[in-house]
T-cell receptor, first 113, second 112 residues
Framework: ETGVTQSPTHLIKTRGQQVTLRCSSQSGHNTVSWYQQALGQGPQFIFQYYREEENGRGNFPPRFSGLQFPNYSSELNVNALELDDSALYLC????????????FGPGTRLTVL | GDSVTQMEGPVTLSEEAFLTINCTYT??????LFWYVQYPGEGLQLLLKATKADDKGSNKGFEATYRKETTSFHLEKGSVQVSDSAVYFCALKETSGSRLTFGEGTQLTVNP
């Protein structure tokens, strides 16, 4: 059974640029959630996708957007990058919407200069 | 809104010492409670969970009991090992919700 994978591992961008992060969910999982973890803090919920539709969103501006594909993999897009967007971005998959257990990938470390 | 508060860290212990990491929560409903662990350079791993009051979650020698009367879910281990060194996060999820709400994390260092 393949776990949750994310790409790239690390990324460096400059202010104002756009970035796309990718996540492949665990086999058999149809729900993907994204979290932002700033250095020294706990993860913050960005949004969740279930069957290609956004299903819940945290307190993040619209320049954070996402997609889920028919194979349940997902993308997180961030436009107009700001310095404060520097963080570890974590993807988590679960078997169904509202499931208690979420399985996390290793994350993508984004640095905005 | 929902929130999770963890004891301030970092925590440094000697091998075989007793560990307690305090966690309290605020929630409007009846959440499920979790402890996640994050090793350096890695994502989060679920350590244990409890879905209703008085449930005890346990795994790898770690335990936590869901105490509704004190809104707490303290993590304990009787004898820590060097390999337990990591950051520990307490989290909750409302029954009908989709998001996990995390505390700020507690860095644990175990010295030989």
């Amino acid at each position: 059974e393949t776990g949750v994978t994310q790409s790239p591992t690390h990324l460096i961008k400059t202010r104002g640029q756009q970035v796309t992060l990718r996540c492949s969910s665990q086999s058999g999982h149809n729900t993907v959630s994204w979290y932002q973890q700033a250095l020294g803090q706990g993860p913050q919920f960005i949004f969740q996708y279930y069957r290609e539709e956004e299903n819940g969103r945290g307190n993040f501006p619209p320049r954070f957007s996402g997609l889920q594909f028919p194979n349940y993999s997902s993308e997180l897009n961030v436009n107009a990058l700001e310095l404060d967007d520097s963080a570890l971005y974590l993807c988590a998959s679960s078997q169904q919407q509202g499931a208690n257990e979420q399985f996390f990938g290793p994350g993508t470390r984004l640095t905005v200069l | 809104g929902d929130s999770v508060t963890q004891m301030e860290g970092p925590v440094t212990l000697s091998e075989e010492a007793f560990l307690t990491i305090n966690c309290t929560y605020t929630a409007t409903g009846y959440p499920s409670l979790f402890w996640y662990v994050q090793y350096p350079g890695e994502g989060l791993q679920l350590l244990l969970k409890a879905t209703k009051a008085d449930d005890k979650g346990s795994n790898k020698g770690f335990e936590a009991t869901y105490r509704k009367e004190t809104t707490s879910f303290h993590l304990e281990k009787g004898s820590v090992q060097v390999s337990d060194s990591a950051v520990y996060f307490c989290a909750l999820k409302e029954t009908s919700g989709s998001r996990l709400t995390f505390g700020e994390g507690t860095q644990l260092t175990v010295n030989p």
